[in-house]
């Protein structure tokens, strides 16, 4: 139709994506909170396997731990893959990424876990269990 056109909807990217929500818990604590953030997390192993991470523990491919920006050390995620459903239970001992908008980066066990070895990244949902001090 002349003189008319389709508008388009950009689709947001990097931290504008970020979908991070303050849930309260239906049990314990009044003060109790669920973090979940979803976006895309990669994973990272064999080059990195025992040197030093952000946390001063040595890096371990084959456990289940990732790097995260800001999530205190020692903080326990659930992180489940959106595409296959699959999840995991994991340990923040890291920091990072440092790639893109990328809001994880995963063991390299972690990956397998959730069927994601061969793409390399995943879009997933990452969810506060247990908040270390």
Do not use: C
């Not at 979940?36 to 064999?46: M, P, R, T």
């Not at 990732?66 to 995620?77: E, I, N, Q, R, S």
């Not at 949902?125 to 270390?132: K, S």
């Amino acid at each position: 139709i002349a003189g008319r056109h389709r508008r388009t909807r950009k689709r947001p990217t990097g931290w504008i994506a970020l979908a991070v929500l303050a849930l309260a818990l239906p049990f314990g604590s009044a003060n109790a909170t669920v973090t979940i953030q979803e976006g895309l997390v990669s994973w990272y192993g064999e080059q990195f396997h025992l040197r030093p991470t952000a946390s001063g523990e040595l890096f371990d491919a084959s456990a289940l731990t990732m790097a995260h920006p800001t999530l205190p050390f020692g903080t326990k995620v659930r992180v489940t893959n959106l595409r296959n459903g699959r999840s995991v239970v994991l340990r923040v001992n890291d920091r990072g990424p440092f790639v893109g908008s990328r809001i994880a980066d995963l063991s390299q066990a972690a990956a397998a876990y959730l069927g994601m070895m061969r793409r390399g990244i995943a879009r997933a949902r990452i969810e506060v269990l247990h908040a270390a001090d």
